[in-house]
């Protein structure tokens, strides 16, 4: 089993900048590839970003190209979401994700991950 834990949301004015956190604990090895998704009320959750084990490949949603930062420590087996320039519809809960062993595409799709963290809350105020 993995478990999977965010932490680092809150809330912050548009513009603002925030760091979320991952902690994954439990039969982590293998699980190569880790993701961040985010759900507002009433909509579907969406991707944000991906990463490979050895952050040699990364994968981002339009909306947030070139304002978040997926990184990872291995190390530590932490996952980071650095967000910045951040804007009222960022508002929603994040989850972390983690894909079962074996696969290795960065896939954009929440069907491919496997664990889930229990989220944490990110709200943007104008």
């Known amino acids: 089993q993995v478990q999977l834990a965010e932490s680092g949301g809150g809330l912050v004015q548009a513009g603002g900048s925030l760091r979320l956190s991952c902690a994954a604990s439990?039969?982590?090895?293998?699980?190569?590839?880790m993701g961040w998704f985010r759900q507002a009320p009433g909509k579907e959750r969406e991707f944000v970003a991906s990463?490979?084990?050895?952050?040699?490949?990364?994968n981002y949603a339009d909306s947030v190209r070139g304002r978040f930062t997926i990184t990872r420590d291995n190390t530590k087996n932490t996952l980071y979401l650095q967000m910045v320039s951040l804007k009222p519809e960022d508002t929603a809960i994040y989850y972390c994700?983690?894909?079962?062993?074996?696969?290795?595409?960065?896939?954009?799709?929440?069907?491919?991950?496997?664990?889930w963290g229990q989220g944490t809350q990110v709200t943007v105020s104008s």
């Open positions: 439990g039969r982590t090895f293998g699980n190569n590839v």
């Open positions: 990463i490979n084990w050895y952050a040699s490949s990364t």
């Open positions: 994700a983690a894909r079962e062993y074996g696969y290795r595409s960065t896939s954009s799709q929440s069907r491919d991950y496997a664990h």
